[in-house]
């Protein structure tokens, strides 16, 4: 599945530092729940540093398991004569949100920002692309990213 800019503002119109506005909080939301979004491209979006860490926080999101409703009522047997599971986590595994790759080119996206997303990586094993040209990163931001990667 693709996105593809989920929001932008208005051509010529400066955007001040705002909260994280509602579209940002959606595609968070997205991100964190999607099993099947792969890419995201928020070019020009002007995230900033804000809209970034919210980023950050959807990619290292993982929900508690479902656990089997009926686990209470029922007996756990070693040998299992009854055929009746003991109580853990039922459906498939979840690994995580499912982005493959995402583009914050151009998001005036800073050290700060880039220092969220790093802190995420390591609770993200799918994300394999992050498209940062365009942004106020220095060889600071850099330094946090490099740490976060695995060698």
């Known amino acids: 599945m693709y996105a593809h800019r989920f ?6 119109r ?8 509602p579209q940002v909080q959606a595609v968070c939301r997205l991100v964190a729940a999607s099993r099947s979004l ?10 900033g540093d804000a809209g970034a860490a919210a980023l950050a926080a959807a990619l290292a999101w993982t929900p508690p398991p479902l656990l089997d409703p009926c686990a209470h009522a029922r007996r756990h047997d070693d040998d299992r004569r009854d055929g009746h599971r003991p109580a853990h986590a039922v459906g498939p595994s979840w690994r995580g949100p499912s982005l493959r790759s995402l ?16 802190h995420a ?3 993200n094993e799918q994300l394999a692309t992050l498209d940062l040209r365009k942004n106020a990163v220095t060889t600071v931001g850099v ?8 060698p």
């Open 7 to 12: 929001f932008s503002s208005a051509p010529g």
């Open 14 to 21: 400066e955007c001040a530092p705002h909260p994280i506005l």
């Open 38 to 47: 792969l890419h995201l491209n928020l070019w020009g979006s002007r995230l």
């Open 103 to 118: 583009d914050l080119g151009f998001n005036r996206v800073t050290d700060v920002g880039l220092a969220a997303l790093a």
């Open 121 to 123: 990586l390591p609770a």
């Open 143 to 150: 330094e946090h990213l490099c740490k976060a990667s695995p």
